[in-house]
């Protein structure tokens, strides 16, 4: 039997009564649209409809959308889901403000996604930072420890919440499990970033989801691996230590009063495929991810991040980290060579770039990828570099708050070069993005050592996002 998927039904059969429009969206079910996009999208645009009574409200949702969320629900094991169209850094923010009322303080890892500084902004929150262990062999960080959250609950009891990103972007799993034991028995909620996790809990295979190890929340980026459209993520809560009225109150704020239907649509398509065959896809993932991992295994000098290298924490194995270093190159010059061969990489970094698989990679077409990968591989082992040469790679520089992210916003500002900037509070957020790791944040100091982590960022010929100079030759500071 089918697996439902009420949305999907909803609007199918909206648009085979083959109403006239007499309402937004202004392109009339492709009538207006220009011919070469309406060519692309096909008969989806009819699909592409306003909010009305016949297919629910996403903001008072009572029946196709209510009973699609609560299918959601029942699959992860929440006692209620929100779809986020907005994307994760949505469900991320409501997340925040459903958990905490403002000038309370949460506990979150420093490479903590920006987005949650925009949700501290939102909700008027106080940030206490930990640090998470770093691995100086891969060159990345991983995740913070249960001793350290323990410590650092005990020393500061006014702290109301943990929030964790679990998995990271390179797939290494929080021991989220001891996590919520500690925050609990002190009466403190659990979040989680689960943005790269939407596939978690549907096989032993991989690291458990953060609900079945106790989390309260978590937010999903249902579109970056299961089969949803970009932009469509999910808000899992459970009421036994959160509101489920607030969390719909702030979902309601967060979210635009047109959302795109289509975009509603594949997250129940996605819901229903993993609910109706997640353990199978996973496994499907798993196997084509290790045919990744084999050829790259093949070759001397180049490591891949395995689950032997993250000091007893879980792996998500979908997620293939080479490191390149050993050949002399840094991630970034392999991920242009990868592109030129027609592959585009998730990430990379100053020592590694990042395959993200997932269980649609079954094609013949990534057979044929993976044959251009091993030419690319080809090409760099004939052209290793000294590997001497390879700039060292460090940890993030720690920092020191001094006034609240909130607080920096409203402030008047003025910019000034980078290299002149030391000493003064910082007035904007300087990632290096992927994978979007703050250096800096509003309200924290500027130094001489967090200057020159920068500048040896921009040399290596890593995007900057966040500062209006992207260039980071000047930076925006408080006046």
Same mark, same amino acid.
């Given at each position: 039997?089918k697996?439902?998927?009420?949305?999907?039904?909803?609007? $199918?059969?909206y648009k #085979?009564?083959n109403?006239?429009?007499?309402?937004? =969206?202004?392109h009339?079910?492709?009538?207006g649209?220009?011919?070469?996009?309406?060519a692309?999208?096909?008969s989806s645009?009819l699909m592409?409809?306003?909010?009305?009574?016949?297919?629910?409200?996403?903001?008072?949702?009572?029946?196709?959308?209510?009973?699609a969320q609560?299918?959601a629900s029942q699959?992860?094991?929440?006692d209620?889901?929100?779809?986020a169209?907005?994307?994760?850094s949505?469900?991320?923010?409501?997340?925040l403000?459903?958990?905490?009322?403002?000038?309370?303080?949460?506990?979150?890892p420093?490479?903590?996604h920006?987005s949650?500084?925009?949700g501290?902004i939102?909700g008027?929150?106080e940030?206490?930072?930990l640090?998470p262990?770093?691995? =100086?062999a891969?060159g990345?960080h991983?995740?913070?420890?249960?001793e350290a959250?323990a410590?650092?609950?005990?020393?500061d009891?006014a702290i %109301?919440?943990?929030?964790?990103t679990s998995?990271?972007?390179?797939g290494? #799993?929080a021991?989220?499990?001891r996590?919520?034991a500690i925050c609990?028995?002190?009466?403190?909620v659990l979040?989680v970033d689960?943005?790269?996790?939407?596939h978690l809990?549907?096989?032993?295979l991989?690291?458990?989801?953060?609900?079945q190890?106790?989390?309260?929340?978590c #937010? /999903?980026?249902t579109h970056?691996?299961?089969?949803a459209?970009?932009?469509?993520?999910?808000?899992h809560?459970?009421?036994?230590r959160l509101?489920?009225?607030r969390a719909?109150?702030v979902?309601?704020?967060?979210t635009t009063?047109s959302?795109?239907?289509l975009m509603?649509?594949?997250?129940?398509?996605?819901r229903?495929?993993f609910?109706?065959?997640g353990?199978?896809l996973v496994?499907?993932a798993?196997r084509? #991810?290790? /045919?990744? +991992?084999?050829l790259?295994?093949k070759?001397?000098?180049?490591?891949?991040?395995t689950?032997a290298?993250?000091?007893?924490?879980?792996?998500?194995?979908t997620?293939?980290?080479l490191?390149?270093a050993?050949?002399?190159?840094t991630?970034?010059?392999?991920?242009e060579l990868f +592109?030129?061969?027609?592959?585009?990489v998730?990430?990379?970094?100053p020592?590694?770039?990042?395959?993200?698989v997932?269980?649609?990679?079954? /094609?013949?077409?990534?057979?044929e990828?993976?044959?251009r990968?091993e %030419?690319?591989l080809?090409?760099?082992e004939?052209h290793k570099?000294?590997?001497?040469a390879l @700039?060292?790679?460090?940890?993030?520089?720690k920092?020191?708050?001094?006034?609240?992210?909130?607080?920096?916003f409203y402030c008047?500002k003025e910019?000034l070069?980078?290299?002149?900037?030391?000493? +003064?509070?910082c007035?904007e957020?300087?990632s290096?993005y992927p994978?979007g790791? =703050?250096?800096?944040l509003?309200?924290?100091?500027i130094?001489?050592?967090?200057i020159?982590?920068?500048?040896k960022?921009?040399? $290596?010929?890593l995007p900057?996002?966040g =500062?209006?100079?992207?260039?980071?030759q @000047?930076?925006?500071?408080?006046?």
């Amino acid at each position: 039997m089918k697996t439902e998927m009420p949305l999907i039904a909803a609007m $199918l059969k909206y648009k #085979a009564e083959n109403i006239y429009p007499f309402h937004t =969206p202004g392109h009339k079910g492709g009538r207006g649209m220009v011919q070469e996009l309406k060519a692309e999208l096909g008969s989806s645009v009819l699909m592409d409809v306003s909010l009305m009574s016949e297919l629910d409200d996403i903001h008072e949702p009572e029946s196709y959308i209510a009973q699609a969320q609560a299918l959601a629900s029942q699959t992860y094991g929440s006692d209620a889901c929100f779809w986020a169209v907005n994307g994760t850094s949505q469900a991320i923010h409501a997340m925040l403000m459903t958990a905490l009322q403002p000038g309370e303080k949460v506990l979150l890892p420093r490479n903590a996604h920006r987005s949650v500084a925009g949700g501290l902004i939102l909700g008027g929150l106080e940030a206490v930072f930990l640090q998470p262990d770093y691995c =100086p062999a891969f060159g990345i960080h991983f995740q913070v420890q249960p001793e350290a959250v323990a410590q650092a609950l005990d020393g500061d009891p006014a702290i %109301k919440a943990v929030l964790l990103t679990s998995p990271n972007y390179y797939g290494v #799993a929080a021991d989220v499990e001891r996590i919520a034991a500690i925050c609990h028995a002190r009466g403190v909620v659990l979040l989680v970033d689960e943005a790269h996790g939407p596939h978690l809990g549907f096989s032993e295979l991989l690291p458990k989801s953060a609900l079945q190890c106790g989390a309260d929340a978590c #937010a /999903q980026s249902t579109h970056k691996i299961l089969g949803a459209m970009t932009q469509c993520s999910m808000l899992h809560v459970r009421k036994q230590r959160l509101s489920l009225q607030r969390a719909a109150d702030v979902m309601s704020i967060l979210t635009t009063t047109s959302p795109n239907y289509l975009m509603m649509a594949s997250l129940d398509a996605a819901r229903a495929q993993f609910q109706e065959r997640g353990g199978e896809l996973v496994e499907q993932a798993v196997r084509a #991810a290790q /045919q990744l +991992r084999d050829l790259c295994g093949k070759y001397a000098g180049l490591k891949l991040l395995t689950e032997a290298d993250c000091g007893g924490l879980r792996l998500d194995t979908t997620k293939v980290t080479l490191n390149v270093a050993g050949w002399g190159y840094t991630g970034i010059e392999a991920g242009e060579l990868f +592109r030129q061969a027609r592959i585009a990489v998730e990430l990379v970094d100053p020592q590694n770039v990042l395959f993200l698989v997932t269980y649609a990679d079954v /094609q013949e077409d990534y057979l044929e990828a993976l044959a251009r990968i091993e %030419k690319v591989l080809q090409y760099m082992e004939a052209h290793k570099k000294p590997v001497e040469a390879l @700039r060292e790679v460090e940890p993030v520089p720690k920092s020191r708050v001094v006034r609240s992210l909130r607080e920096i916003f409203y402030c008047a500002k003025e910019d000034l070069p980078l290299a002149e900037a030391a000493g +003064r509070i910082c007035g904007e957020q300087v990632s290096f993005y992927p994978p979007g790791i =703050p250096v800096l944040l509003p309200g924290e100091v500027i130094t001489s050592e967090i200057i020159t982590y920068c500048q040896k960022m921009k040399g $290596l010929g890593l995007p900057v996002s966040g =500062p209006a100079d992207s260039s980071l030759q @000047r930076i925006r500071v408080v006046r």
